[in-house]
């Protein structure tokens, strides 16, 4: 498809259980950027990837959250042992490059740790 | 369809009037702003940029001013319609772009038709 595509759409899971959350970026985008919007929040970074290069990994708040990114397009974030405060909606979006691009999101996964 | 945010500052405006929704920022080092709208639901879609070698650029029904001084930006929409009502986010990045965006909280926009 033409835009960022994100899966599961909602995903509900137990205290306690990993999850994973897949983004699709647009093709030929090199940059590829985690987000979490928690109710009432506005969007907190994650995790940027950036061509071949070490991922930026300064927004993970706890060694419980980590991303891939395969062959330079899609990523999963996994988090572990999921708690009640994980519950948000996972943002990612993806952007030609570094530098004056703006990105371009998908919608989303919203995930509830019950 | 669900809230974005619940206590967002909210903005209330007449169809046909224009809007103006401003953000302040605190990084003097951020060189790169966007302004988003998210709708309900939805991700962030991206409205207007601006660079901080400039201090206004406009787009389709809207401007956006930079402030540089008083690290503050603006988004002006003109002859707001009901399909503006969404939450308005500003974002600021650093090192010519490269540094990842961090967004505000957001502000609601309600267009009273």
């Known amino acids: 498809g033409a835009g960022v595509s994100q899966s599961p759409s909602n995903k509900v899971t137990e205290k306690g259980k990993d999850v994973e959350l897949r983004c699709d970026p647009i093709?030929?985008?090199?940059?590829l950027y985690w987000y979490r919007q928690s109710l009432g929040q506005g969007l907190e970074f994650l995790i940027y990837?950036?061509?071949?290069?070490?991922?930026?990994k300064s927004g993970l708040p706890s060694d419980r959250f980590s991303a891939e990114r395969t062959g330079g397009s899609v990523s999963t974030l996994t988090i572990q042992r999921t708690q009640q405060e994980d519950s948000a909606v996972y943002l990612c979006a993806s952007s030609l490059g570094a530098g004056y691009y703006g990105y371009t999101f998908g919608s989303g996964t919203r995930l509830t740790v019950v | 369809g669900e809230s974005v945010g619940l206590h967002l500052p909210t903005l209330s405006v007449q169809e046909g009037d224009n809007s103006i929704i401003n953000c302040a920022y605190s990084?003097?080092?951020?060189?790169?702003f966007i302004w988003y709208k998210q709708e309900s639901g939805k991700g962030p879609q991206f409205i207007i940029d601006?660079?901080?070698?400039?201090d206004k650029r406009q787009g389709q029904r809207v401007t956006v001013l930079l402030n540089k001084t008083v690290k503050h930006l603006s988004l002006q929409i003109a002859a707001t319609q009901p399909g503006d009502s969404a939450v308005y986010f500003c974002?600021?990045?650093?090192?010519?772009?490269?540094?990842?965006?961090?967004f505000g909280k957001g502000t609601r926009l309600s267009v009273i038709a």
């Open positions: 990084n003097s080092a951020s060189d790169y």
């Open positions: 093709s030929g985008h090199t940059a």
């Open positions: 974002a600021e990045s650093a090192n010519s772009g490269n540094t990842p965006l961090v």
């Open positions: 601006i660079r901080s070698n400039m």
């Open positions: 990837f950036q061509g071949n290069s070490a991922p930026d």
